[in-house]
């Protein structure tokens, strides 16, 4: 199994609109970070998770024409923003693509794109979506990859993290309760939040010191951050952060030996 962090950045992107760089060095290619995604591959199976302005970016970077499944962690705009280019997979696998997320998710979804789903014009338009509403707390598999989703309190909603096999992904998380943090038990490799790392305390995002704690419980060889803000300069989080935990950077693979637990 394979992740390939599509991208890592925050909800404006690194450098935000404008070419604003806040603390970020322009010539470290690392910090050039589009919005926070990543694919989740076996031979046969390709997940995304998230679908965000970027993705079109995304998918022809690496030439990707097939999805087998699209995970939404929660519909905030920088997560959901980029569902329109799903259409353009879904017209050449000549099949609806399915997405998986919450029923709140879901909702919010199709609330605002009515006709991913059922098209007004059906003699103009086609679907090209199907919803599959899954448990905050659930196990499925799509293709040959096992998925477990879990709840995460993001303060201003709940969004869901996943676990592929013996990686995590919690992005868009302040706080997490016991049973989640269950769920994580065994991980080795985690990409978390960190976007609130310069702060002492939590907002909508995790602090560095939350994410040292959990670390500290979860005990993965290795922790990436994501969801990095232009606060946040790749050589200088290098120098700050402790060996087991990294930033990661857009383009990054984790090879990972199983998908199973
Ligand atoms: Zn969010």
Request: proline content about 3%; hydrophobic content about 35%.
């Amino acid at each position: 199994m394979k992740i390939t962090v599509l991208g890592c950045g925050a909800s404006l992107g690194t450098p935000a609109a404008g070419g604003f760089w806040g603390k970020c060095d322009p010539s470290e290619e690392k910090n050039h970070r589009t919005r926070a995604s990543i694919l989740v591959q076996s031979k046969e199976t390709n997940i995304l998770v998230d679908a965000t302005y970027d993705l079109r970016i995304h998918l022809n970077r690496l030439a990707l024409q097939k999805l087998d499944g699209v995970l939404f962690s929660h519909a905030h705009n920088d997560h959901v923003n980029g569902i329109d280019d799903l259409r353009v997979i879904a017209y050449h696998s000549n099949k609806l693509i399915d997405i998986y997320s919450n029923q709140e998710t879901l909702d919010e979804i199709e609330r605002r794109w009515p006709y991913l789903f059922q098209p007004k014009f059906k003699d103009l338009y086609v679907e090209f979506l199907n919803r599959n509403i899954i448990q905050n707390y659930d196990r499925f598999r799509i293709g040959d990859i096992e998925v477990q989703s879990y709840e995460q309190d993001h303060t201003a909603c709940l969004s869901l993290g996943f676990r592929f096999g013996d990686f995590a992904y919690s992005v868009d998380v302040a706080k997490m309760n016991e049973k989640s943090l269950q769920s994580l038990k065994g991980i080795e490799t985690w990409l978390v939040d960190g976007a609130a790392y310069h702060r002492e305390t939590p907002m909508t995002h995790a602090t560095l010191r939350q994410v040292k704690e959990w670390a500290d419980i979860l005990k993965p060889k290795m922790t990436y951050l994501t969801v990095l803000s232009t606060h946040m300069d790749y050589k200088t989080l290098c120098e700050e952060l402790p060996p087991h935990i990294r930033p990661a950077w857009d383009g990054m693979e984790i090879e990972m030996g199983t998908n199973r637990r």
